[in-house]
């Protein structure tokens, strides 16, 4: 089993809907969570982090699920320019380094 | 402030060939380090370094060299280039995150070199 796992996608999604994806992972030591944003043919930058209450960023919600080991992105009034693929990212410390792991990503397209 | 710089964008080499991927930083980060991303993996550490002089391998060191000698330059080579290196190069800066090591919150990445290995 991966240690992160998330639906590639594609998601075709109207503009204007709203889109879920979720993204899980497998070691219960993971401590910290994060979104990541990647454009085609273009480096990833970070969304957002993911904090144990959740948090929203205008129309970004993103929420953890520490008992099922998942992680949640939301996107309300979804608009072109959100098309991209979306990265989740964990963090846990590894023998006294950080270790990031990547998901393989979501693809989402927004269809006018 | 240019960020984290990658160069060159695009590469061909044949089996066997050596070469150099350059990255460099002007943010004073302490931590770079390199992934490669491939279809259907994710990003995958090749080495990291934790400050000037300092190195370590990451999850798929083998056929790669880096090394540290300024806290701005962190250079990959590729010591004989193989088709399964074919893959698109990522170079990413960090300062360190409220844990003290390398935090996906404190990191940014360059634009990336495509690299193809015939």
């Known amino acids: 089993r991966k240690e992160v796992e998330q639906d590639p996608g594609p998601f075709n999604v109207p503009e204007g809907a709203t889109v879920a994806f979720n993204c899980t992972y497998s070691n219960s030591a993971s401590q910290s969570f994060f979104w990541y944003r990647q454009d085609c043919r273009k480096e990833p930058k970070l969304l957002m982090s993911v904090y144990s209450s959740g948090n929203e960023d205008g129309r970004f919600t993103a929420q953890l699920n520490r008992a099922s080991q998942y992680i949640s992105l939301l996107i309300r009034d979804s608009k072109l320019s959100d098309s991209a693929t979306y990265l989740c990212v964990v963090n846990k410390a590894d023998f006294g380094n950080e270790k990031l792991t990547f998901g393989t990503g979501t693809r989402l397209t927004i269809i006018p | 402030n240019a960020g984290v710089t990658q160069t060159p964008k695009f590469q061909v080499l044949k089996t066997g060939q050596s070469m150099t991927l350059q990255c460099a930083q002007d943010?004073?980060?302490?931590?770079m380090s390199w992934y490669r991303q491939d279809p259907g993996m994710g990003l995958r550490l090749i080495h990291y370094s934790v400050g000037a002089g300092i190195t370590d391998q990451g999850e798929v060191p083998n056929g790669y060299n880096v090394s540290r000698s300024t806290t701005e330059d962190f250079p990959l080579r590729l010591l004989s280039a193989a088709p399964s290196q074919t893959s698109v190069y990522f170079c990413?800066?960090?300062?360190?995150?409220?844990?003290?090591?390398?935090?996906?919150?404190?990191?940014?990445f360059g634009p990336g070199t495509r690299l193809t290995v015939l």
């Open positions: 990413a800066s960090s300062y360190p995150g409220l844990a003290g090591g390398i935090s996906a919150d404190t990191q940014y």
């Open positions: 943010m004073n980060h302490e931590y």
